[in-house]
């Protein structure tokens, strides 16, 4: 799996868009970028993935960048419900995961 | 559809016993993923459970082991524990086959493990 490094913590407002960046730069050409975030006291959640195009879906956008060394989630319009610690993993699809320890996101009124 | 399932959601032991953690995957999931997860720390593989054969496994001692049944349901077996084995223990399911496989996972909300 794909060393990942993110930010430690993050401040949002809320309603704005929260973008949370990861730099994975030994990222093979098989390995997808993983997005999963963990509320408190939670099991960790799917947010979205993608091998090289940028995906949108109901939760968040990715955006990867062209040499596939970095990406950002984006979360449009952030609300107090999106404070959690936020996961980019660079794996193969086989379900094995490498957690770092992540991004927390506060989002603030 | 139901999504996983974990029981007990917390228990305590004390070191030297064992503990059987159990974990009921989605509905259509056919692949079982357990981690540990300490406090403060990012959750870490432990073991993947695919066709009731473990299919990979992490930096975990023997004395970590477990089962998938044909219902594709799974078992964490912890012996001996030691007192840094308190954690949250999280299973997590996929859908694993020809054309099928995205590596999205499912977690279960946990058991949380305190060994005095």
């Known amino acids: 799996d794909a060393k990942t490094t993110q930010p430690t913590s993050m401040d949002c407002a809320e309603g704005r868009a929260a973008n949370l960046p990861c730099n994975h730069s030994t990222i093979s050409g098989n390995e997808y970028v993983y997005w999963y975030r963990q509320i408190h006291s939670q099991g960790p959640q799917y947010i979205i993935h993608?091998?090289?195009n940028n995906e949108t879906n109901e939760m968040a956008s990715l955006i990867i960048t062209e040499d596939r060394k970095s990406s950002t989630l984006i979360l449009p319009h952030a609300t107090l419900r999106d404070t959690a610690v936020y996961y980019c993993i660079g794996s193969g699809n086989t379900g094995k995961l490498i957690f770092g320890q992540g991004t927390t996101l506060q989002v603030k009124p | 559809e139901t999504g996983v399932t974990q029981s007990p959601t917390h228990l305590i032991k004390t070191r030297g016993q064992q503990v059987t953690l159990r974990c009921s995957s989605q509905?259509?999931?056919?692949?079982v993923s357990w981690y540990q997860q300490a406090l403060g720390q990012g959750p870490q593989f432990i073991f993947q459970y695919y066709r009731e054969e473990e299919n990979g496994r992490g930096n975990f001692p023997p004395r970590f082991s477990g089962l998938q049944f044909p219902n594709y349901s799974s078992e964490l077996n912890v012996n001996a524990l030691e007192l840094d084995d308190s954690a949250l223990y999280l299973c997590?399911?996929?859908?694993?086959?020809?054309?099928?496989?995205?590596?999205?996972?499912?977690f279960g909300e946990g058991s949380r493990l305190t060994v005095l």
């Open positions: 509905s259509g999931h056919n692949t």
């Open positions: 997590a399911s996929s859908l694993v086959g020809a054309g099928k496989n995205t590596g999205e996972l499912f």
């Open positions: 993608g091998l090289k």
